[in-house]
């Protein structure tokens, strides 16, 4: 499976999940529900200005209130206008950029409505579907794990073609199935089988900081 058709099954799966369970839902993101979350995902592709704010502080309290304006309209609305893809215009429309920008995006958003509902199940993927999480895993590393004190070394335990090396001096070994990597990476806690290996000293400096974006 490629970037771009897996972006694709991942928005159309995680908005036919929102359509089912309604805008009161509760997320992994934090103080968000199911509203929030889809008004997040709309500024993110069709406002620029706005989301801007996810990574740059100053900008925050813009994107707070771009972000309060969308999920005042019609959740419905919401879900559609994320299901439809990217505004024409925006930059998300580019040949290439929507399975770059968010195949993990919309996995991890995916996972984040799935596993906040009760008794959630981690997903049996596929072989494709696991080597591509772990190509734009890897291309996404440096960002992901900018804030870590320490080298960190990922090793995937369900890619039979992965080959196990020795992890540098002074690094964390963060081991466990893709997707599990994948949610750790984004400083998500429902995760299942992750393993974060190392000397204590250095497990515990990486264990106090905030991962992702």
Known sequence: MTSATLAQAERAQLCDLLDSLGPDAPTLCEGW?????????????????????????????????????????????????????????????????????????????????????????????????RTELWHRLKASKRMLFRTAPVPVVLQPTDLPDFELTQPPRGSVVIRGPVAE??????????????????????????QAVKLGF
């Open 33 to 129: 529900n199911t509203r929030d979350l889809t008004a997040h995902l709309v500024i993110r592709e069709g406002r620029p200005d706005a989301g801007a704010g996810i990574l740059v502080k100053p900008l925050e309290r813009w994107t707070e209130k771009v972000q309060a304006d969308a999920a005042a309209k019609p959740y419905g609305t919401l879900v559609q206008r994320v299901r439809t893809g990217p505004p024409r215009l925006s930059v998300f429309a580019l040949p290439g950029v929507d399975a770059l920008a968010s195949t993990l995006e919309y996995f991890v958003h995916h996972e984040d409505v799935r596993r906040a509902q009760p008794d959630w199940q981690p997903r049996e993927l596929d072989d494709s579907v």
């Open 181 to 206: 990597l994948v949610m750790h990476s984004y400083g998500r806690d429902a995760v299942r089988d992750v393993k974060v290996l190392g000397d204590p000293a250095d497990v515990e400096a990486y």
